[in-house]
């Protein structure tokens, strides 16, 4: 496994430096139009618990490059000891640029590395020609665009970004996601109001759940917080009515205010 991650690195690697330089001499003006963006540069810790009990950490992290792209990292790591032994780990990145309060997503890779279960998934986005080019363990392919597409990692964002306006925070946000090789409908909607207590601090926040298909047995929430410029705090995702995976903030760089 460790030659297949090395490989995926490497991999990851070139297509992100391609996609870079592509970006820098496409994208600059676009990236320079929001003065202030919806979202501040961070870095941030969170986390991880399955069944209730710690198994790893979760890094983020939000920056301008100089060429005026937004980059979005998120990388995660076992703590647990089991998880460790298994060489278990996950990593996501994605370029975009800001258009006002919403997003236009550029490039995206998420690597998974388990025993049995590497997966890789990467595009790069060409808006002039409204297509683009996803690549997986699988194979290639070319996928249509749409108007306010998002990746995973830019959903976040831009759920975040939508709840910066009050106007909508009771509102259902409606995103059309790119997830691998499939284009699919993602609904969060208004799930109430609650004060939390974290390891981070104390945090005022508005719950989303996301709505789910008739008869699932799942369910997902998310806490975020104004004093986290409406990022979550807290994810929640529940099988059975069972705590499966529990993500709660541990630390940020930006100031807190608590309650």
């Known amino acids: 496994m460790n030659a297949y991650i090395s490989t995926t690195s490497r991999l990851i690697v070139r297509w992100s430096l391609a996609a870079t330089w592509m970006l820098a001499a496409v994208c600059t003006g676009a990236a320079m139009a929001a003065d202030t963006p919806p979202i501040p540069a961070h870095e941030a810790t969170y986390e ?33 000891w089991w998880v460790r032994a298994l060489n278990m780990s996950a990593e996501e990145a994605a370029h975009f640029v800001w258009r006002g309060d919403r997003i236009v997503m550029l490039t995206y890779h998420h690597a998974q590395h388990a025993p049995a279960n590497n997966r890789y998934f990467q595009h790069r986005t060409d808006w002039e020609a409204g297509t683009t080019r996803v690549r997986t363990e699988e194979g290639s392919q070319t996928i249509e665009l749409v108007d306010n597409m998002v990746d995973p990692l830019s959903l976040r964002l831009q759920l975040a970004a939508n709840l910066a306006d009050e106007t909508r925070r009771r509102d259902t946000h409606d995103f059309t996601l790119l997830d691998r090789n499939e284009v699919k409908h993602k609904q969060y909607t208004f799930d109430g109001e609650e004060t939390l207590d974290l390891p981070a601090g104390c945090f ?56």
Not at 53 to 74: A, F, I, P, T
Request: net charge negative; glycine share 6%; proline share 3%.
């Open 48 to 80: 991880v618990l399955r069944h209730g009990k710690k198994v790893g950490e979760l890094s983020v992290s939000l920056e301008q490059l100089d060429n005026g792209v937004w980059h979005y990292r998120s990388d995660t790591r076992a703590t647990a």
């Open 204 to 259: 005022e926040t508005v719950r989303l759940r996301r709505i789910e298909d008739p008869g699932s047995d799942k369910n997902n929430l998310s806490w975020h917080a104004e004093d986290f410029s409406w990022m979550p705090v807290r994810i929640l995702r529940q099988e059975d009515g069972k705590d499966k995976l529990d993500i709660r903030l541990l630390s940020t760089d930006l100031p807190l205010n608590g309650c």
